[in-house]
């Protein structure tokens, strides 16, 4: 029977805060990480390493058949001057996912995909067009696959410690700022939750009345989105 998650984007951010909560109740959790990363938060936790880049799909298959996995979890961001993963990982997961015989796709992508740029304002375009362009045929390849995919759009995030008021909606103009802790809790929610397969959500939290910079009007003190 399967059983265990595969993390892809682990090392940090949203994907390490759902390893820690996967890890916690004692599921199997394997963490594909690239080998130059930093892997100080997972090596805390109980969950597998496989080494792995997924631009590379060989490492993305090697990665699959090295488990029984019920459910890939795809938290990947890039950074500037690196290539972007957002379409072609996504592709070679999906790929691996379907020959592996994986059935459940869970995947973070943003507000301003697909049918949400209506959500995100001019200068969130101006900076991260292109990388919502990317993701939005991610989007497009997973829900075109066949796989029980569910998909979790954040705005702006935070790493403030989780508030528990954060919210999943199929509102297409919702657009605001969510903690990656609360969002991690969103999708182990959806890895529970057999009725959100098929489904496209925004991930906001309601009670931060901020809105993040770009969405602002101002420029991004970062470099990734
Ligand atoms: N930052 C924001 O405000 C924002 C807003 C909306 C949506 N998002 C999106 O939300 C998702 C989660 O963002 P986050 O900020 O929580 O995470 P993050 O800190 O951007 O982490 C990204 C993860 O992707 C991994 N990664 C990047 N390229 C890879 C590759 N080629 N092969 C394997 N792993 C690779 C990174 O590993 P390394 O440690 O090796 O780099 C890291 O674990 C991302 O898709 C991001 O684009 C972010």
Not at 26 to 50: C, I, N, Y
Not at 61 to 71: D, L, M, Q
Not at 200 to 210: E, N, S
């Amino acid at each position: 029977m399967a059983d265990g998650v595969l993390i892809v984007g682990a090392s940090r951010g949203t994907g390490l805060e759902v390893a820690r909560l996967l890890a916690a109740r004692g599921e199997p959790v394997t963490a594909f990480v690239r080998p130059t990363t930093d892997m100080a938060g997972l090596l805390q936790l109980r969950v597998k390493l496989w080494k792995g880049d997924v631009l590379d799909p060989r490492s993305v298959e090697g990665a699959f058949a090295s488990g029984n996995f019920r459910a890939v979890i795809d938290t990947v961001g890039g950074r500037r001057g690196e290539p972007r993963p957002d379409y072609h990982g996504t592709r070679n997961l999906v790929d691996a996912a379907r020959k592996a015989g994986v059935p459940r796709f869970i995947f973070v992508t943003a507000i301003g995909c697909g049918d949400s740029r209506g959500a995100v304002g001019p200068k969130v375009l101006e900076f991260l067009g292109a990388v919502l362009e990317e993701k939005t045929l991610g989007e497009d390849y997973l829900m075109a696959s066949g796989l029980d995919y569910t998909i979790l759009r954040p705005g702006g995030m935070t790493h403030d410690p989780a508030s528990g008021t954060a919210i999943r909606t199929e509102d297409r103009m919702a657009m605001g700022v969510i903690n990656r802790a609360d969002l991690a809790r969103l999708v182990v929610e959806c890895l529970d939750d057999p009725t959100t397969v098929g489904k496209v959500y925004h991930t906001i939290d309601p009670a931060i009345q901020r809105q993040a910079p770009l969405q602002r009007g101002e420029d991004l003190p970062g470099g990734r989105v």
